[in-house]
Nanobody
Framework: QVQLVESGGGLVQAGGSLRLSCAAS????????MGWFRQAPGKEREFVAS????????FYADSVKGRFTISRDNAKNTLYLQMNNLKPEDTAVYYC?????????????????WGQGTQVTVSS
């Protein structure tokens, strides 16, 4: 059974940083493409970042490019999202997700497994 558990969310002031973690069990993160999505209040869930199995191919939403970095620690079987220069519009519940194949993707429908989410709140 695949389980993805996010952590690291919280309240931060604009301009601050947070690092989200996604610990995986029942699945080796280095064997599949992984991604981060977020859902703000009253909005649909949207793509944030993704990483291919090889870690060579990474995609980012335009709104976070240059501020967020997706990475993983194979030894810890954990996916990360480093978020710098946070803005109030980054406030959302952040979800990690795993595909069943190796290619990086921006498409929510192409991810099979999801975590429960972690809240990130950025104050102005």
């Amino acid at each position: 059974q695949v389980q993805l558990v996010e952590s690291g969310g919280g309240l931060v002031q604009a301009g601050g940083s947070l690092r989200l973690s996604c610990a995986a069990s029942g699945r080796t993160v280095s064997s599949y493409a992984m991604g981060w999505f977020r859902q703000a209040p009253g909005k649909e869930r949207e793509f944030v970042a993704s990483i291919s199995r090889s870690a060579v191919i990474q995609f980012y939403a335009d709104s976070v490019k240059g501020r967020f970095t997706i990475s993983r620690d194979n030894a810890k079987n954990t996916l990360y999202l480093q978020m710098n220069n946070l803005k109030p519009e980054d406030t959302a519940v952040y979800y990690c997700a795993s595909r069943d194949e190796y290619l990086s993707s921006r498409q929510e429908r192409e991810y099979s497994y999801w975590g429960q989410g972690t809240q990130v709140t950025v104050s102005s």
